[in-house]
Nanobody, 128 residues
Framework: QLQLVESGGGLVQPGGSLRLSCAAS????????IGWFRQAPGKDREGVSC????????TYAEPVKGRLTISRDNANNTVYLQMNNLKPEDTAVYYC?????????????????????WGQGTQVTVSS
């Protein structure tokens, strides 16, 4: 059973940066495509970024394009989300999720039900 643990969240001022990590255990990260989601209070969980199992393909939601970068280190069973130029509207709990590699993943990667495994989330707060 794959288990995911997010880390790296915290409080940061507007314009600041954070790097989130999603560490996997109980399975081989390289077999899984990964998505990062976020959920702000009172809002639905939304897809932020996705990466295929090999890292060849990535996608980003429009509000974060140019500010967030997803990457992965399969040898260390970890996926990262580098977050730059953070804004107050980025405040949310950030989750990583995994699904076994499959064709058509990129088309579905922002959909919550695509994924079989979820982490517990890490809080990101952007405030002065």
């Amino acid at each position: 059973q794959l288990q995911l643990v997010e880390s790296g969240g915290g409080l940061v001022q507007p314009g600041g940066s954070l790097r989130l990590s999603c560490a996997a255990s109980g399975g081989i990260m390289g077999w899984y495509s990964i998505g990062w989601f976020r959920q702000a209070p009172g809002k639905d969980r939304e897809g932020v970024s996705c990466i295929t199992s090999t890292g060849r393909d990535t996608t980003y939601a429009e509000p974060v394009k140019g500010r967030l970068t997803i990457s992965r280190d399969n040898a260390n069973n970890t996926v990262y989300l580098q977050m730059n130029n953070l804004k107050p509207e980025d405040t949310a709990v950030y989750y990583c999720a995994a699904v076994r590699a499959q064709t058509g993943f990129v088309r579905r990667c922002a959909i919550v039900t695509t994924y079989d495994y979820w982490g517990q989330g890490t809080q990101v707060t952007v405030s002065s």
